[in-house]
């Protein structure tokens, strides 16, 4: 009797002094983690020329200018490739938080471009990889000055491409993205209608704002004859809270899909190098969740 | 039979000293930091918590990623770059409210003192807050100060940065008894 009374009484206090921690503990229990996704795998919606998976959170709008100079190796008659510079001005929206809208127009081949990007999946515990899809369509109005008999679908271009990226820690992100591009019209003898290609780029932070970038877009089925190289780009990028500063290096001077992923002339190994940077400026349109 | 009822008894008198148990209804957890170009702030509103009025004891604890800001990218780098929720996905606090008579109607300031856990790092605290005896309810409300430094979360020196030094967290509770 007096055992059990004991029992009764020691379990008492016992269960009174571990109160505390039991409340947070129990709370543990309770809680359901409900986003477990991971944020930010890169930085910006651009890795170097391609894009990355991530998109715009529902009603932000960014502004990006993307610029690339002359080739480096041009001598010190064009201030080494700074007399020379090729541009971009482009607007992507956020739908929702997953689906995108974007275009631009890039003075290089006059070319308009327009796209639509969805986050099919975000990385989290449970899935391994965030997988974006893009399906671009490019329309390439300097071809009117050579070939003036030209339809406009006959100077359409056409990329889908799956972006598929980790973030393996942190400071450590890679991404595939295999690519299809339709150019509905090519010089025959040097390359084909239907390209494929396959992307590769990574992002390494060295500080909390600041990384190393790279990518690469290794053309699979071109034509043997193509006089153009795979698109090489490296470079440094800053965030800084609603900007994305990218200075990048890359052997393409185009900045549309068709250019880069398959019309990039310079040799990367000579030196056909052009120095240019990105900068991205992102605007919430609408406050409150 | 009257040793059963003397257990019976003797029961009741010692886990009535478990106490009487009140978990959150209703919560929101503000934070405001106000700076040189833009103050900041964000509310959530699933905060967790219990209060075991018997032994004083107060718990809560907040899900970083639940705060909502008006600027998403804002949030995003709250989470990915400061507090680093993926790491640290959660804010707790554990201790003992002083202060606390059940008993007495209106409003009563109170503290808490524990153990503050954010960004990984814990810290003792001693946080004011005032509650509020409904009929069955109670009410807590609570005003404090974090300094950033005390919980390791860097404040970045870069141009263009917005993150004060500290921010002033706000608590709203409401419980039931459970």
């Known amino acids: 009797m007096k055992f059990i009374l004991l029992f009764v009484t020691l379990f008492g206090i016992s269960h009174l002094t571990l109160a505390q921690d039991d409340l947070l503990a129990e709370m543990e229990q309770q809680e359901k983690v409900t986003n477990d996704f991971i944020l930010g795998t890169f930085h910006g919606t651009r890795m170097i020329n391609g894009h990355t998976v991530e998109t715009k959170h529902r009603k932000s709008l960014e502004f990006i200018i993307t610029h690339r100079f002359g080739t480096l190796n041009s001598g010190g008659y064009n201030l080494w490739g700074l007399d020379n510079s090729s541009i971009r001005l482009g607007l992507e929206y956020g739908i929702t938080d997953r689906l995108g809208v974007g275009m631009g127009r890039s003075s290089f081949d006059k070319t308009f471009d327009y796209y639509l990007k969805y986050k099919l999946l975000r990385q989290s515990k449970s899935i391994p990889f965030t997988i974006t899809a893009l399906g671009t369509a490019s329309f390439q109005a300097s071809l009117r000055e050579k070939f003036p008999t030209l339809t406009t679908s006959e100077k359409m271009s056409y990329v889908t491409q799956v972006l598929i990226a980790r973030k393996f820690s942190s400071k450590v992100s890679f991404q595939l993205a295999p690519a299809y591009l339709y150019r509905s019209t090519v010089n025959q003898d040097t390359a084909v209608n239907n390209l494929l290609s396959l992307g590769m780029g990574g992002r390494v932070k060295v500080t909390r704002s600041m990384a190393i970038v790279a990518e690469y877009y290794l053309r699979l089925n071109e034509h043997d004859a193509t006089p153009f190289n795979d698109s090489i780009g490296l470079g440094i990028e800053f965030e800084t809270g609603g900007h994305v500063f990218q200075l990048v290096f890359t052997n393409s001077l185009g900045m549309a899909e068709r250019s880069f992923m398959a019309e990039s002339f310079g040799d990367y190994f000579e030196g056909d190098i052009h120095f240019g940077f990105n900068i991205t400026r992102t605007f919430q349109l609408s406050g409150k969740k | ?178």
């Not at chain 2, 209703?26 to 905060?47: G, H, L, Q, R």
């Not at chain 2, 960004?119 to 109670?138: F, M, R, S, W, Y």
């Open chain 2, 1 to 178: 039979m009257k040793g059963f009822l003397l257990i019976l008894v003797w029961s009741l008198i010692v886990f009535d000293g478990l106490g009487q148990r009140y978990i959150v209804e209703k919560s929101t957890v503000n934070f405001f930091s106000d700076a040189t170009i833009e103050d900041i702030s964000a509310e959530n509103t699933k905060a967790n918590s219990i209060i075991n009025t018997q032994a004083g004891d107060i718990a809560f604890s907040i899900a970083m990623r639940e705060f909502q800001f008006e600027k998403k990218l804002m949030q995003e780098h709250f989470n990915e770059k400061y507090l680093e929720s993926e790491k640290f996905p959660k804010a707790t606090f554990s201790g003992k409210m002083i202060g606390f008579d059940q008993a007495s109607k209106g409003i009563q300031q109170v503290r808490a003192t524990g153990r503050l856990t954010i960004h990984g790092v814990t810290a003792n605290v001693d946080i004011p807050g005032a509650i509020e005896v409904q009929t069955t309810k109670l009410v807590l409300k609570s005003r404090f100060i974090v300094k950033l430094a005390d919980y390791n979360i860097k404040i970045p020196q870069l141009m263009w940065q917005n993150i004060a030094e500290q921010v002033e967290v706000t608590l709203n509770f409401t419980y039931q008894p459970q």
